[in-house]
């Protein structure tokens, strides 16, 4: 099968380049400890959200007639590693912009564009996005949050699991399942659902997980909504839904090689000042070698993630989703053993609170938990890449 041609240019352009070094500047501002207060204090990262979003960070991959930067995902993913390299990535970037800005920016009305996009650009509105269900859980087929037509109105009934960053969201942009009245079947649709919507309701899930967004369930009864909440083609739900989890991927990817760095970057800088016998404590291969093969399986998975956002970028969507997939499969993995080999390293200090590296464990086990699992991951490579037979 031919492949689209795609360019993936290895080293960074120096608008990019320019694009790194200052949101590494802001991020450097904030820091890690900013991150792990307002987690302690249950606060959103506002100061931190907004001055991002002011800088251009939050939007640039939007079209730059809805007041986005007009770069690409690889721009985005730039801006989401680096944050994350200073222990300050922002988990809502993998939602608002990645996921439902993508989705608005390819398949909303013109109205619909105008009405969301500029927002979601400036991260002055801010979309959640809910698919997750309490009794589907992978199983995405089995949601059964339903949107009925009554009238010119929508009904939504249902309710979702897990939904990141809610109490900060202006709406939800929410997978349902819709009557068609054609055909009387169900079938995938997205609505966006305003917050504030009578009849939507959410409810706190306390999480171990070291992040100022907090996970919500919410409840749907009898929400009603109109035709120009529903989000693009009515028919192409399911397709919509794919074009926005590559992006949701690469940005989730991009958030975890720069947790690796936070951890490896720490590690490094420990074990070059720490002597207890004659050598500093990074001189005994017993602790250099696992950190360079962190290293190295960091620089693969951010060059896969390089592959995939510019596949993405240059309209390759079966080449982005494979390499999405596979992305952040190898982010999952090294981001877990990054900050696993640097509480080694760090010895008592790694659990100490002065270092701050263990309470990020649970936090460097979401990349293979979220938005997709590492099992699922590993299903769609065996199955759709290399044509394996399905055990589910
Ligand atoms: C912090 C956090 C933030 C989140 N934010 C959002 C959000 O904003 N929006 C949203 O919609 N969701 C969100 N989620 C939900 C997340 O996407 C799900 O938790 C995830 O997809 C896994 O679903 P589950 O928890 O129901 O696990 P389950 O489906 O119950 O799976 C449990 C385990 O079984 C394995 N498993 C299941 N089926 C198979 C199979 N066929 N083969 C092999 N193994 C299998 C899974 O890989 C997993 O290890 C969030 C979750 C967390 C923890």
């Known amino acids: 099968m031919s492949q689209p041609q795609v360019s993936m240019p290895l080293n960074d352009t120096p608008e990019q380049e320019e694009l790194r070094s200052t949101v590494r500047a802001l991020a450097k501002k904030y820091g890690y400890e900013y991150m792990a207060k307002k987690a302690d204090d249950k606060e959103y990262p506002t100061e931190l959200w907004k001055e991002a979003g002011e800088l251009g960070f939050v939007g640039v991959n939007l079209p730059e007639e809805y007041g986005g930067g007009g770069a690409g995902l690889l721009e985005l993913s730039i801006v989401q590693e680096e944050l994350s390299s200073q222990g300050c990535g922002l988990l809502m970037l993998v939602v608002s912009p990645a996921i439902c800005g993508s989705i608005i920016a390819a398949f909303g009305t013109p109205d619909q564009k105008q009405r969301w996009l500029p927002g979601i650009a400036s991260g002055e509105f801010i979309s959640a996005f809910g698919i997750t269900e309490a009794d589907a859980g992978t199983n995405s087929h089995n949601i059964t949050t339903t949107a009925k037509k009554e009238g010119d109105e929508w009904v939504l009934n249902g309710q979702k699991t897990f939904i990141s960053g809610v109490d900060q969201a202006d709406a939800v942009l929410v997978v349902a399942r819709a009557h068609d ?203 759709t890449v290399m044509g394996l037979p399905k055990s589910y």
Request: charged share 20%; proline share 4%.
């Open 181 to 383: 009245e054609r055909t009387g079947k169900l079938k995938p649709a997205l609505f966006m659902v305003p917050t504030d919507a009578e009849g939507f309701s959410k409810t706190q899930i306390p999480t171990e997980v070291m992040l100022p967004e907090w996970q919500y369930a919410l409840h749907f009864d009898d929400v009603r909504l109109k035709d120009e909440d529903l989000v693009g083609d009515s028919d192409a739900g399911i397709f919509q839904l794919f074009v926005g989890l590559n992006p949701e991927r690469i940005i989730a990817t991009a958030m975890a090689t720069g947790m690796s760095r936070y951890a490896l970057d720490t590690a490094v800088k420990y074990a070059n000042e720490r002597v207890v016998w004659k050598t500093p404590i990074g001189a005994h291969q017993g602790l250099s070698h696992p950190l360079a093969q962190c290293r190295i399986e960091l620089e693969q998975a951010r060059l896969m993630c390089r592959n995939a956002a510019a596949r993405f970028d240059q309209g390759d969507l079966d080449g982005a989703a494979t390499a999405a997939n596979m992305a952040k499969y190898a982010a999952g993995e090294v981001s877990a053993k990054s900050i696993d080999q640097a509480v080694q390293t760090l010895g008592g200090n790694g659990l100490t609170a002065e270092y701050g590296l263990a309470r990020m464990y649970a936090a460097s086990r979401l990349p293979r938990i979220a938005p997709v699992s590492r099992e699922m991951l590993l299903n769609y490579v065996a199955q």
